[in-house]
């Protein structure tokens, strides 16, 4: 992974159509619309399924890293499967990923945890946000809430919301215009382990954030467009899929032999939406 991206939304669906005059040549006006939800999930299956296969793809196996500094080596990065144990629905309306400690002479053989990617793609004109709990805020643990188009040569990242168990980096949400971490706006922000909603809103005017949504609050972050060398975002066609994990190890999480495993992170939902 690249270094990084119980609130309803309110106000969405149909506004309900004004009352026609009742004359002769009256005609009932238009009805008005407001954002019309995209693509969601709301995690309502069984105690122990795994995500919707429809909906979402477990990643099997971490990311490699070209030309790795010491703590992004295979060795120092704990490794993702895609057993019921680490990532499954827990029947009470979440999705848990959850991140364990084992036996093994490193960190790749004695950590394992999980990560989704979504199938559904969204573009400029979307709205995206996630009920999410962060019980895996502890050394070693590296969990996010993000979106990415992979594309190599114009790629792009943004973490909504994004924890490093490595002591060193603040929390907070990130625009990546690069995906080598060389091009990106951050804003630093405490993270805890209650229930929040993380919103973001692309526009072509550019991205806006918000921690916790209400109508009329302002974003906390924006992020303009073309504000970062090779801002990918307004391309024509560019679109990214949302992703959800906890990495352990690796350069955000380095050492978690003194961290609490097992950790999990817990989504709610997640809802796209017209904005």
Request: glycine letters at 10%.
């Amino acid at each position: 992974m690249n270094r990084r991206g119980a609130m309803l939304m309110m106000g969405l669906g149909m506004a309900a159509a004004a009352t026609p005059i009742r004359s002769a040549h009256a005609q009932p006006p238009a009805a008005e619309t407001g954002p019309q939800m995209l693509w969601q999930d709301e995690f309502n299956g069984p105690a122990g399924a795994p995500p919707d296969p429809a909906k979402w793809f477990i990643v099997p196996a971490r990311e490699t890293i070209r030309n790795p500094h010491e703590w992004d080596k295979p060795f120092n990065m704990g490794r993702y499967v895609t057993d019921q144990e680490h990532v499954f629905q827990d029947g009470t309306g979440n999705l848990v990923i959850r991140a364990t400690r084992g036996e093994g002479a490193n960190i790749q053989e004695k950590y394992a945890s999980a990560k989704i990617m979504g199938l559904w793609r969204g573009g400029i004109g979307t709205t995206w946000e996630a009920r999410v709990k962060l019980d895996c805020l502890t050394d070693g643990a590296w969990p996010a809430f993000w979106l990415v188009n992979e594309n190599p040569v114009r790629g792009g990242e943004v973490d909504l919301v994004e924890w490093y168990g490595n002591n060193d980096w603040p929390s907070g949400t990130t625009v990546h215009a690069r995906l080598d971490g060389t091009s990106f706006a951050t804003d630093r922000h405490p993270v805890d382990n209650a229930w929040h909603t993380w919103r973001m809103t692309w526009q072509t005017s550019g991205m806006y954030f918000w921690k916790d949504y209400q109508p009329g609050m302002e974003p906390f972050f924006t992020v303009p467009a073309n504000s970062l060398q090779d801002w990918p975002f307004n391309d024509p066609g560019f679109t990214m899929v949302p992703v959800f994990n906890i990495a352990v190890g690796g350069s955000g999480g380095r050492e978690p032999a003194g961290g609490t495993y097992p950790a999990e992170m817990r989504v709610d939902w997640i809802r796209v939406f017209s904005s």
